[in-house]
């Protein structure tokens, strides 16, 4: 408990260009977070870990804005019709186990193997999940693409199909996003999964999203939204078991939130004007960018575990800052892919209001 | 003209809610040694940061949707629509 303490006494001093910082990553991470779902955390953590933040506090601190702006952000989107309450309540029961068995594993592995070991752990799980899910997400997205069909609506995959059609008495709920009932002991290894995932590298939608759309048969955008519930409940019972501990920075969370709402409100309506696909290209491409900004830092926790040659300090600053360089450009282009999408449906959307107006006028 | 043209912008409600808001960032940031105290205590005063996050996502929440309506920055009218 004095640990805690001291870790706890450890806030840093904010001066307006740290303001100024939070803020920025803040909305830019809310952006992205109101189009699909989540995401962001994954460059937050590690932002206030480059202040000084200790990276307990930087975890709490991140959870803690994580659920208001979940929370707003899904009131948004419920405003659009596209979150599914229940949905996001059962997985999100079921990701705060996953939460805490995650942390568990994590507390394990650091007391074995330390601190490199942990973060060897942490960069592997992102590298092997990102690649398998990232990659293919990012390969339907182009599918979609190629085929021309980015109009239609989007098909639900026989693995959903197969889901949907087993019936175990007793444990079958319907779902609105579904429009079918689904036995709850399909989502609740998918909530655990995304819950392990969230403790792990701090983005479980990234597991979540992809699993509501391919195993469950839910359309993305309405996956996407009701990930945001997930991350409200996950990030509510996180925020409070961090906060007992009083780790909870809540400076530093309230100004990330400042431009995380803004963020949030934008990423939401965004979701909108674009085609359902593009949820998937937006968390498809950084889920893959994210991946390599992960990989790098491999061989830097390989050489502290002494499993390979030992790399020189120089070489390990050049890795970790390409590496962080890597992830702020994987959100950047989140952002920009986002913000462009809507400045073209919004384009097009005057134009066919122009037109219809015009027609009615001859 | 259509009616959704004439529909009028929440300004007032937005300055109200930015005013309340900038209040409360003020208010955090110039009494941060004495909220980081008691928050840094963990225990019963985990509420703390809690309710804090409720109140701020409420009011700069409240605050950050009516400027973008402002801004004239609003969900597509009909979805399906739009090519």
Same mark, same amino acid.
């Given at each position: 408990?004095? !640990? ?10 904010? !001066? ?67 979150? !599914? ?54 390969? !339907? ?34 779902? =609105? ?63 409070? =078991? ?118 009615? =006028?001859? | ?83």
């Amino acid at each position: 408990m004095h !640990d805690i303490a001291q870790v706890a006494s450890n806030f840093i001093n904010l !001066d307006i260009m740290t303001i100024s910082y939070l803020f920025f990553v803040g909305f830019v991470g809310g952006l992205v977070s109101g189009f699909i779902g989540s995401g962001g955390a994954f460059v937050l953590t590690p932002a206030m870990m480059s202040l000084g933040v200790p990276g307990l506090v930087a975890v709490a601190s991140n959870m803690c804005h994580k659920f208001p702006k979940a929370l707003i952000g899904s009131i948004k989107r419920a405003k659009y019709g596209q979150v !599914d309450v229940k949905m996001g309540i059962v997985l999100g029961i079921s990701a705060e186990a996953g939460v805490l068995y995650g942390a568990h594993i994590q507390e394990s592995i650091k007391k074995s193997f330390g601190e490199a070991g942990s973060n060897l752990y942490v960069s592997v799980a992102f590298v092997v999940i990102l690649a398998i899910v990232g990659g293919f997400v990012l390969y !339907d997205a182009w599918k979609t693409y190629k085929s021309g069909n980015t109009n239609e609506e989007e098909k639900v995959t026989k693995l959903a199909l197969w889901v949907q059609s087993i019936n175990i008495p007793g444990t079958m709920v319907y779902f =609105k996003c579904l429009n079918a009932k689904i036995s709850v002991l399909f989502t609740i290894p998918l909530g655990f999964a995304t819950g392990m995932l969230a403790a792990t590298i701090a983005v479980g939608g990234f597991i979540g999203v992809p699993a509501m759309i391919y195993v469950l048969g839910a359309p993305s955008l309405l996956a996407s939204a009701t990930e945001l519930v997930i991350a409200f409940v996950m990030g509510l019972g996180g925020s409070f =078991k961090f906060a007992l501990h009083g780790l909870v920075d809540i400076r530093l969370a309230m100004i990330i939130l400042a431009g995380s709402l803004f963020g949030i409100q934008l990423g939401a309506i965004g979701t909108t004007y674009v085609k359902p696909f593009m949820i998937k290209v937006v968390m498809g491409t950084i889920m893959v960018i994210v991946l390599f900004s992960r990989g790098l830092m491999v061989p830097v926790y390989l050489s502290e575990l002494g499993l390979i040659q030992t790399l020189s300090e120089g070489t390990v600053k050049i890795m970790k800052n390409t590496s962080f360089g890597i992830m702020i450009t994987a959100l950047l282009l989140g952002a920009f892919i986002v913000l462009r999408a809507m400045w073209q449906g919004k384009k097009a959307e005057q134009l066919a209001t122009q037109e219809a107006y015009e027609h009615g =006028k001859i | 003209m259509s009616h959704s043209n004439v529909k009028r912008k929440p300004v007032g409600k937005m300055v109200l809610m930015g005013v309340i808001s900038v209040t409360l960032y003020a208010l955090l940031l110039l009494k941060q040694d004495v909220i980081n105290e008691y928050i840094g205590q963990g225990g019963m005063y985990a509420f703390l940061p809690i309710i804090t996050a409720f109140l701020f996502s409420f009011v700069h929440g409240t605050f950050t949707g009516d400027f973008w309506t402002v801004m004239g920055v609003e969900a597509a009218k009909k979805k399906k629509e739009v090519k």
